[in-house]
């Protein structure tokens, strides 16, 4: 075979024709050739133009980065911060006792909780603007610390200790309660605190009169923590602890010397007690009177100080504007807002 004008091979019998063709027909043959080398190299150009028509929609997956991107440049506002958190949620989660009347209970009829420190922590969530929730620990994981962001505050009527200081922060005391032994309505031998000398007393398990019984307790004057030593006058006493004051009352109502011969609990509490029908008698002087006050988790994993601080101010309001006296009114028929 050879190579003919246009490139391409051809028979040779196909150009011992060509050598008989006239010369017109050869350059008829020649400009044809020409013309179709000519549409290849345009439907080459073309093919080659294609691909930078596409190159745009190949760099639209780096125009979408930014927003893909654009979370993680926008920190949540509550980070690092513990009142902000409670204020971005718009709930302030407490922890409450359902069975501390009249401080707090539930009320079986309506599902709700009742109670002063419930007034009181309802009245410091409507101060900061947002909305609250319940949680109901036992007293012995609240006074622990180490919350672990279950509740952000606890609003139970706890009393300021040194020890309780180490592991929570406190705000200013937002009432005072005397705390008096109880014995049971029948009982004739126990006239005052130290009567109960060698006795079976019941309190509510690591609370104040728990420590009180053990001669180990100290209060303090203000939410820093600062040691007083609380003297106790019952000697060698057979301490009986409980889940809370509630169950100690009751097994104390079940007869004489039946299951223990007195209590310790807050003065309202044993009140509230009698008043609903229970068979005990509130005998004697206050033993102490106890500096309550609002506690907050010294280890959360957010800063508390700000939250500490904002609340420390609406105890401080409460007390001026005359809603804590009101509300003490209410629930124990005295103000024990103030220091006795």
């Known amino acids: 075979m050879a190579a003919g004008p246009d490139g391409h091979a051809t028979a040779k019998k196909g ?22 080398a000519l549409a290849a190299c345009g439907g080459d150009d073309g093919t080659a133009e294609q691909p930078a028509e596409t190159q745009p929609a190949e760099t639209q997956p780096a125009e979408t980065q930014p927003a893909e991107t654009q979370p993680a440049e926008e920190p949540a506002e509550g ?43 309802t009245e410091i969530a409507k101060r900061l603007g947002v909305e609250i929730a319940w949680e109901a620990p036992s007293w012995d994981t609240i006074i622990a610390g180490n919350w672990n962001g279950r509740w952000d505050i606890s609003v139970g009527s706890m009393t300021i200790t040194p020890e309780r200081a180490e592991v929570l922060h406190f705000t200013p005391p937002y009432y005072f309660t005397p705390a008096a032994v109880a014995v049971h309505a029948d009982n004739t031998t126990v006239a005052e605190a130290a009567d109960l000398s060698g006795k079976k007393v019941g ?12 001669g180990t307790l100290e209060l303090a004057e203000d939410p ?20 809370t004051d509630s169950t100690a ?13 007195g209590v310790i609990s807050a003065l309202p509490t ?11 008698k509130i005998v004697g002087s206050p033993v102490f009177f106890e500096p309550l006050s609002v506690a907050i988790d010294r280890s959360s994993t957010l800063d508390p100080t700000s939250l500490v601080e904002r609340i420390s101010e609406i105890v401080e309001e409460m007390h001026a ?9 209410k629930w124990y028929g005295v103000d024990l807002t103030v220091r006795s």
């Open 249 to 261: 009352i009751q097994d104390l109502a079940l007869g004489d010397g039946r299951r223990l011969d």
């Open 270 to 280: 044993l009140q509230e007690a009698i008043k609903a029908g229970t068979a005990i």
């Open 203 to 214: 309190v509510c398990g690591g609370c104040t009169y728990d420590l009180y019984l053990q």
């Open 15 to 36: 150009e011992a024709m060509v050598t008989r063709r006239s010369p017109a027909a050869g350059l008829a043959a020649l400009i044809l050739a020409l013309l179709l």
């Open 79 to 121: 980070d690092g911060d513990l009142l902000a958190q409670v204020l971005e949620k718009g709930v302030l989660t407490v922890s409450t006792d359902p069975a501390y009347p009249p401080q707090s209970f539930l009320n079986e009829e309506t599902s709700e909780y009742e109670g002063f420190d419930i007034d009181v922590a």
């Open 321 to 329: 504007d005359g809603t804590l006296s009101e509300l003490s009114n």
């Open 224 to 243: 820093s923590g600062e040691a007083v030593a609380i003297e106790s006058v019952v000697t060698d006493p057979e301490i009986v602890t409980y889940d």
